[in-house]
């Protein structure tokens, strides 16, 4: 089954409750992570934040995550490493036993000194390797929500932004590869979401695109 959402009012709906419930953002320090964790607190869920480098904004996070009443286990990970993806997914599991919701948010592409297939290794690689390693902890029920954005979604179908063309291919290639896991996913009877929504002011992407073309 696959869902696919676009950012609205529904996504903080007052009555959805997610009381029992733990769930997994991936780069929840900042920007759309870290309010998807104080959504899900609020809504009365437990949150792994991962975090790759940011620990003072990811522990700004878990305090808010805290203060709602719930527990947020900070989780250190660059997606690229499967070791520390491994070792996260294990900490995951001890803290709470299992996992009721993924949110693959983290993404990027347009950090300087990367390789030239970051992108690719980041936005497709990192998260059919992250959802694997995840299985075992996704009960029957559970859920893989795909963050992703409409340049990206759309990409080969609409017009994108030249600087961003390296993310919007490596975030489209990463939806795809994922919608092949979705028979397994069936299998198992986890639900998939692809939530697609405007680039969002303030946050890193539109800042670093600002950067690489300023005016």
């Known amino acids: 089954m696959i869902n696919e959402l676009h950012i609205d009012s529904t996504l903080t709906d007052p009555d959805v409750d997610l009381t029992g419930q733990v769930i997994l ?86 950090e300087k000194d990367v390789p030239e297939d970051y992108s690719m290794i980041l936005n497709r690689d990192s998260q059919v390797n992250m959802v694997k390693a995840a299985l075992p902890l996704l009960k029957p029920g559970s859920t893989v929500v795909f963050v992703t954005s409409h340049l990206a979604h759309y990409y080969g179908e609409k017009p994108v932004m030249e600087s961003y063309v390296t993310v919007a291919a490596g975030k489209k290639a990463g939806e795809d590869a994922l919608r092949e896991l979705m028979p397994e996913f069936a299998a198992r009877g986890i639900r998939f979401a692809i939530v697609s929504g405007d680039l969002i002011d303030g946050t890193i992407t539109p800042k670093l695109l600002d950067r690489m073309t300023p005016g």
């Open 25 to 110: 953002i991936t780069g929840a320090s900042r920007g759309v992570g870290a309010a998807a964790a104080e959504i899900a607190a609020a809504a009365g869920a437990d949150v792994v934040i991962n975090y790759r480098s940011k620990e003072k904004r990811a522990q700004a996070v878990a305090d808010k995550v805290e203060a709602l009443g719930h527990k947020a286990l900070l989780a250190k990970a660059d997606l690229t490493n499967a070791d520390e993806v491994a070792a996260m997914l294990q900490a995951s599991q001890d803290a709470f036993g299992h996992l009721d919701v993924l949110v693959l948010n983290a993404s990027g592409g347009l």
